[in-house]
């Protein structure tokens, strides 16, 4: 046998075959911000929603000639037409969140090149959003969606409190920022809701903290317990922050088995008059997700980083842990150059043990373009891996396909989140 000659393959059937199997494939959407339509007025949809979606906010006040002050005056359909002049008439809506809005309105049906907006809106304007919610989810094949629930959000607060009849194919995730980062004012909160607590964390207050997140749990039922954290996150300090990690947070994960999620590196409101748009990144102290990744070998965690610097050092981490899942292409790198690099880079570090994309989204619609662009860069970096793959001697078959893709669009986060603890477990180096 010539050792040195290239496995022979029909490279050009095998593209077709990855393009057929990703496009087709169901995804498990892991992290969103939409809402059961049981939440009525908080699920976003629609062209405006769209429009006002705070990315493309961001890019607008680039060329938009107004104060601040004086667009959030405007009316939400007023808004939208100023993004949809600035962004897509007076230039092509050529950045990444602006073509998403043409790549949904086309899934959709509609020509967003009909000028105004007056026709689009009419469209929306026939549709329930229940039924509108299940067209979005199946044109994305978007199996379940993940929401972002927090018990800090006072209209959030109150459709768990009066009960609803929740969604099939909607999750729960219990956010905990308010608590972890903003302690003092947070604190007043929950003593208002019935919980004794007080500012330093005596034991009486720990175990007022736990039965909040306790009764939390059992009304929304969560797949995991999540926070994002500002690029100055360390661990372990004496801050307030790493003591209710230490004492409350993940001792409750523990207790009910779930995951802990940290999306690491937003720095908040560095431009506040932007409101959403405000917000920027920093790079994170991966030492400190090391030092929980150690300390605690039997507690999961989700990890995702807006940092485009940040990523190889992660990668390097989950090859050390197996606590540790990476996910997502976050926010600032959910660009498809970055994508492109982010994927390969993870398929050649960690295998198929990561989940490539979560939408992010925060208005329904956009898990059409969402989902549609990251099956655009995952198929090309497949192509390029499984390429080199079978020239190497392994061509995958068709059921291998369909099962990587599979563990890449969600399939690795399920198996992650019931790994069993006792299975983590370390053990002592010997040497
Ligand atoms: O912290 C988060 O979950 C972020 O995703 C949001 O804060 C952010 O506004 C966003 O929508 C990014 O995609
Ligand atoms: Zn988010």
């Not at 809701?193 to 007022?208: P, Q």
């Not at 150059?337 to 295998?351: K, Q, V």
Request: aromatic share 10%.
């Amino acid at each position: 046998m010539n050792k040195s000659s290239k496995h022979r393959f029909d490279s050009t059937k095998l593209s077709q075959r990855i393009a057929s199997t990703v496009a087709s494939a169901s995804v498990r959407d892991i992290h969103t911000h939409l809402y059961d339509p049981a939440f009525g007025k908080l699920l976003l949809w629609g062209i405006d929603d769209l429009l006002v979606y705070h990315y493309l906010v961001a890019e607008s006040f680039r060329h938009l000639d107004l104060p601040y002050n004086k667009f959030w005056a405007l009316t939400k359909s007023q808004q939208a037409e100023l993004v949809w002049r600035s962004l897509f008439l007076e230039r092509a809506p050529i950045s990444e969140a602006a073509r998403g809005v043409i790549t949904t309105l086309n899934r959709l049906g509609l020509d967003a090149r009909q000028g105004d907006l007056s026709k689009i809106r009419q469209w929306f304007n026939e549709w329930q959003p229940a039924a509108f919610v299940e067209h979005c989810l199946d044109l994305a094949k978007v199996q379940t969606v993940c929401m972002t629930n927090s018990p800090f959000d006072s209209d959030e607060r109150g459709v768990w409190e009066t009960g609803i009849r929740r969604h099939p194919r909607f999750e729960t995730a219990l956010r905990l920022d308010p608590l972890l980062l903003s302690w003092k004012s947070t604190m007043r909160e929950i003593r208002i809701w019935g919980y004794d607590v007080k500012a330093t964390l005596t034991n009486k207050t720990v175990l007022e903290l736990r039965r909040f997140l306790r009764d939390w749990t059992a009304k929304i039922n969560p797949n995991y317990a999540m926070v994002s954290l500002p690029p100055s996150f360390s661990y372990p300090t004496d801050s307030i922050t790493s003591q209710l990690l230490e004492k409350v947070v993940l001792p409750h994960c523990a207790e009910f088995g779930l995951p802990f999620a940290m999306m690491m590196g937003v720095r908040r409101a560095v431009n506040p008059g932007l409101r959403m748009a405000g917000d920027g990144l920093g790079l994170s102290d991966l030492r400190a997700l090391e030092n929980l990744c150690q300390k605690y070998p039997q507690q999961r965690f989700l990890v995702t980083l807006l940092s485009r610097e940040n990523q190889h050092e992660l990668c390097v981490l989950a090859r050390k842990f197996r606590n540790l899942h990476v996910f997502g292409c976050w926010w600032f790198t959910n660009i498809p150059s970055i994508i492109e690099e982010m994927t390969a880079m993870r398929l050649e570090l960690l295998g198929f043990s990561f989940t490539a994309q979560h939408s992010d989204a925060r208005v329904v619609d956009q898990l059409i373009y969402k989902w549609d662009h990251t099956r655009e860069v995952v198929t090309k970096v497949l192509q390029q891996s499984y390429g080199r793959l079978a020239a190497s001697g392994w061509e995958p078959t068709d059921a291998e396909l369909q099962r990587d893709v599979g563990l890449l669009l969600g399939g690795s986060f399920g198996d992650f989140c019931r790994t069993q603890p006792a299975v983590l477990t370390t053990g002592k180096r010997s040497r």
